[in-house]
């Protein structure tokens, strides 16, 4: 049993190791795509009973666009499918679906059916789920600088005055918390972009299981080894 104080408040996952998992059972590399979003169905769900204040997921990174192109369309396809099939889950959970990244870099339509999706729940009360999307750590903290330099030449600040905290606020996670657990499946040990300033202080944990393997026992392990942690964020326990 783990209290309610310990449990982390934001989640964020790389979800890893479709390709694998789908060529470990002999099928083709969508199918390991299509299998991940039924990991995804789950454990936004569980997330939301334990009453996690939000989950991020690393839906589709810059990075992906270096895939063959079938490849591409295919999980293009697939986000937009979940985007419409999801919204009755999302709004019996309560969840506010948001998203980060460069959007506008994505097909007209999927951007069409995400947008629709943020709409309809904005409202919502419960947990925030983000989908990472054409989203790469370092082009947002590019993307941050060229705003506060635009900013400091019309004259809104100064040099002088920006700090960590100003800077946070041109991040595309500027209303966000900073993840309190990050999750990495497919036992890769590298954070590949993701989050690069938020997770300065997140605690991580890997785990072989690959993507579409991924289930709540899973989820469970983490959140329980991530309560048996000691967070000192740079600091000595007193």
Request: with cysteine.
């Amino acid at each position: 049993m783990i209290e309610n104080g310990c449990l982390p408040s934001h989640i964020a996952i790389i979800m890893d190791g479709n390709g694998r998992w789908a060529r470990q059972q002999g099928f083709a590399r969508f199918r390991g795509h299509k299998q991940g979003a039924e990991s995804v169905r789950e454990i936004t769900r569980e997330c939301s009973k334990k009453q996690i204040k939000q989950l991020t997921l690393y839906a589709f990174s810059q990075e992906n666009w270096r895939r063959p192109q079938r490849e591409i369309n295919l999980l293009m396809g697939l986000l937009k499918n979940y985007l419409v099939n999801e919204r009755k889950e999302i709004k019996e959970n309560n969840i506010r679906l948001t998203a980060i990244g460069r959007i506008y870099g994505l097909p007209e339509d999927v951007q069409r059916e995400l947008t629709i999706s943020i709409e309809e729940s904005k409202n919502n009360t419960g947990m925030v789920l983000c989908l990472a999307l054409n989203y790469g750590g370092r082009s947002e903290i590019v993307d941050a600088a060229k705003n506060i330099a635009e900013s400091v030449k019309l004259g809104k600040i100064t040099t002088e005055e920006i700090t960590e905290e100003i800077f946070k606020k041109y991040l595309y996670t500027c209303d966000m918390a900073d993840p309190d657990l990050l999750i990495r499946t497919g036992g890769e040990m590298r954070v590949s972009n993701f989050l690069l300033w938020e997770i300065s202080y997140t605690e991580l944990w890997v785990t072989p299981v690959c993507w579409p393997d991924f289930k709540k026992v899973h989820l469970e392990e983490a959140i329980y080894d991530y309560a048996h942690r000691e967070r000192r964020f740079g600091g000595l326990r007193a």
